[in-house]
């Protein structure tokens, strides 16, 4: 009779057996490159994602990694419970590799070189994590994420800068608090939430993101959040204006937004008034004197009352451009080009134009800045695209929606620590995470003790290893000369020049020296 032991079921029914009490002795296996022999080496002190010990270096000598766990309102009562920052090291570690469900952490918990770089004895199973913070007041979460986010990004405020509004969808599969069907162009019929977020474009940084039920996609369950937001702050720290789409240029926003004289710059829904305006100015032609603008749009200003408005906005901007060919609705079964939504296409003078129709409160901008301001808004689009397929946006779902919340207010915050990190050596450009997580995360690192020095040696498998390594090394030592260089100032004043040192473009001077380390561009362009 055979003494052959039948292979363990990842999913036994009944009992359980035994787990082994051992790794098995070594063993041959086959491959296309011929037989090797296979030995399994108890707890090696490897980890896949060693080249993140530099992103760690970057989150210990800003002093951001400290603030982040100390004001964490979780707290344990029991001598058996994990510790504060091993929770949320998971939790970072998590994020910042690209996972986006909270199973894809027990894939975390034996890295044991990666705990040793964040401080912690171990990281924690998805169970620990996700209960973390069922029983923590959901007032007590909103101020420590909000002071942490707020911290990324404050001194950035002080300059000219456009605050971009948007909502974006999260599908859901489960029973989940507030999932409920609404605008859903991905799943149509399928349970959802809605992230209502406000974003620095020209930073690339989320400000802030709200989770709501799915049937609430519309600008006015937007509106609580985005005004507290400005109240709660100076005037200084406004944005020179805001910018949204057509599901923004409601009469609520641009009241509230008129209350306050913050200037406002939206595109307007296709609505018969607006329609009849575009075909009274068609038949008009060349008589209604447009203005060409930039990459083949003209436009001009005019007066315009919907229906549902309190008055008449006096400022109206009209953009339109000439087309090779008509192009028909979007859907229809055709050869021609479809037409983008919110675009009216009429006829003038024999030619076929695509119109734009904008809404604005500020009088002061020239039609050519405005035409281009509300163009630069799809670097916005760029942004939710990024966070829901190469972030965390997508996942991370528990059944209340407090939890859920959390998380994606935590992605948005370690999205912005990783954009902030990653334009200290590409002289402040943005890259995303599609091109720089296999360059600067994924990296096979072994942790090695001797003579009570901790050695860590790296390998990478990316085809420009060396250029990496310049760009890593050069990183770390600009932050830390950086720093040694500015000790007289404290922590905030610190940050802040280390800010306007990465932001440069921000405050309309040029590359100051020095601000891009490493290679001026290692990593391929994507």
């Given at each position: 009779?055979?003494?052959?032991?039948?292979?363990?079921?990842?999913?036994?029914?009944?009992?359980?057996?035994?787990?082994?009490?051992?790794?098995?002795?070594?063993?041959?296996?086959?491959?296309?490159?011929?037989?090797?022999?296979?030995?399994?080496?108890?707890?090696?002190?490897?980890?896949?994602?060693?080249?993140?010990?530099?992103?760690?270096?970057?989150?210990?000598?800003?002093?951001?990694?400290?603030?982040?766990?100390?004001?964490?309102?979780?707290?344990?009562?029991?001598?058996?419970?994990?510790?504060?920052?091993?929770?949320?090291?998971?939790?970072?570690?998590?994020?910042?590799?690209?996972?986006?469900?909270?199973?894809?952490?027990?894939?975390?918990?034996?890295?044991?070189?990666?705990?040793?770089?964040?401080?912690?004895?171990?990281?924690?199973?998805?169970?620990?994590?996700?209960?973390?913070?069922?029983?923590?007041?959901?007032?007590?979460?909103?101020?420590?994420?909000?002071?942490?986010?707020?911290?990324?990004?404050?001194?950035?405020?002080?300059?000219?800068?456009?605050?971009?509004?948007?909502?974006?969808?999260?599908?859901?599969?489960?029973?989940?608090?507030?999932?409920?069907?609404?605008?859903?162009?991905?799943?149509?019929?399928?349970?959802?939430?809605?992230?209502?977020?406000?974003?620095?474009?020209?930073?690339?940084?989320?400000?802030?993101?709200?989770?709501?039920?799915?049937?609430?996609?519309?600008?006015?369950?937007?509106?609580?959040?985005?005004?507290?937001?400005?109240?709660?702050?100076?005037?200084?720290?406004?944005?020179?204006?805001?910018?949204?789409?057509?599901?923004?240029?409601?009469?609520?926003?641009?009241?509230?937004?008129?209350?306050?004289?913050?200037?406002?710059?939206?595109?307007?829904?296709?609505?018969?008034?607006?329609?009849?305006?575009?075909?009274?100015?068609?038949?008009?032609?060349?008589?209604?004197?447009?203005?060409?603008?930039?990459?083949?749009?003209?436009?001009?200003?005019?007066?315009?009352?919907?229906?549902?408005?309190?008055?008449?906005?006096?400022?109206?901007?009209?953009?339109?451009?000439?087309?090779?060919?008509?192009?028909?609705?979007?859907?229809?079964?055709?050869?021609?080009?479809?037409?983008?939504?919110?675009?009216?296409?009429?006829?003038?003078?024999?030619?076929?134009?695509?119109?734009?129709?904008?809404?604005?409160?500020?009088?002061?901008?020239?039609?050519?800045?405005?035409?281009?301001?509300?163009?630069?808004?799809?670097?916005?689009?760029?942004?939710?695209?990024?966070?829901?397929?190469?972030?965390?946006?997508?996942?991370?779902?528990?059944?209340?929606?407090?939890?859920?919340?959390?998380?994606?207010?935590?992605?948005?915050?370690?999205?912005?620590?990783?954009?902030?990190?990653?334009?200290?050596?590409?002289?402040?450009?943005?890259?995303?995470?599609?091109?720089?997580?296999?360059?600067?995360?994924?990296?096979?690192?072994?942790?090695?003790?001797?003579?009570?020095?901790?050695?860590?040696?790296?390998?990478?498998?990316?085809?420009?290893?060396?250029?990496?390594?310049?760009?890593?090394?050069?990183?770390?030592?600009?932050?830390?000369?950086?720093?040694?260089?500015?000790?007289?100032?404290?922590?905030?004043?610190?940050w802040r020049a280390l800010l306007r040192k990465i932001f440069w473009f921000f405050y309309q001077q040029p590359q100051p020296p020095g601000s891009s380390?490493?290679?001026?561009?290692?990593?391929?362009?994507?």
């Open positions: 009779m055979s003494d052959f032991n039948p292979c363990l079921a990842f999913h036994p029914q009944g009992e359980p057996p035994t787990a082994p009490s051992d790794f098995p002795a070594p063993h041959r296996i086959y491959t296309f490159g011929g037989p090797v022999k296979a030995c399994w080496e108890p707890a090696p002190a490897v980890t896949r994602h060693g080249l993140l010990a530099y992103f760690i270096d970057f989150l210990k000598v800003s002093n951001t990694w400290q603030e982040f766990v100390e004001s964490c309102p979780l707290t344990y009562s029991s001598n058996n419970s994990p510790a504060k920052a091993e929770i949320l090291a998971t939790i970072v570690y998590s994020i910042l590799i690209g996972q986006h469900r909270y199973a894809h952490m027990n894939a975390l918990s034996g890295d044991a070189v990666m705990a040793s770089l964040f401080g912690v004895k171990k990281l924690r199973s998805q169970d620990s994590v996700r209960r973390a913070f069922e029983r923590i007041d959901d007032d007590a979460l909103t101020q420590w994420i909000d002071q942490q986010m707020d911290r990324t990004f404050a001194p950035l405020l002080e300059l000219d800068w456009v605050l971009d509004l948007d909502a974006t969808i999260k599908v859901l599969y489960g029973d989940q608090e507030a999932a409920q069907l609404g605008y859903n162009p991905t799943k149509p019929g399928r349970p959802s939430h809605v992230y209502q977020a406000m974003v620095l474009a020209a930073g690339k940084l989320v400000l802030n993101v709200d989770t709501q039920a799915g049937n609430q996609s519309a600008s006015e369950y937007a509106q609580p959040t985005l005004f507290g937001w400005l109240d709660a702050r100076d005037r200084k720290q406004w944005p020179t204006f805001i910018r949204g789409d057509n599901a923004h240029a409601s009469e609520r926003m641009m009241v509230e937004a008129e209350k306050r004289q913050l200037p406002y710059l939206f595109k307007l829904r296709q609505t018969p008034n607006v329609s009849r305006t575009i075909g009274r100015l068609a038949k008009q032609g060349d008589k209604a004197k447009w203005q060409k603008t930039e990459q083949g749009w003209e436009s001009l200003e005019t007066t315009l009352r919907l229906n549902g408005w309190t008055r008449e906005r006096r400022v109206m901007i009209v953009s339109r451009r000439k087309l090779a060919e008509p192009k028909v609705e979007a859907g229809l079964t055709t050869n021609k080009q479809p037409c983008l939504p919110g675009m009216i296409i009429e006829k003038s003078g024999g030619d076929w134009y695509e119109y734009s129709v904008l809404v604005t409160s500020w009088e002061e901008m020239d039609l050519g800045r405005l035409t281009q301001e509300y163009r630069n808004r799809a670097d916005a689009e760029n942004m939710f695209d990024e966070l829901k397929n190469q972030w965390g946006w997508s996942g991370y779902t528990t059944q209340d929606l407090k939890r859920s919340q959390l998380m994606a207010r935590l992605v948005g915050l370690v999205y912005n620590w990783w954009g902030i990190y990653t334009r200290m050596g590409t002289g402040g450009q943005h890259r995303e995470a599609i091109t720089t997580r296999p360059a600067l995360a994924d990296g096979v690192a072994e942790r090695t003790e001797h003579a009570r020095e901790v050695k860590l040696e790296m390998t990478s498998l990316h085809s420009k290893a060396k250029k990496i390594a310049a760009f890593l090394s050069g990183i770390s030592e600009y932050l830390h000369k950086f720093l040694a260089g500015a000790t007289q100032l404290d922590e905030k004043e610190r380390v490493g290679p001026a561009s290692p990593l391929p362009a994507g």
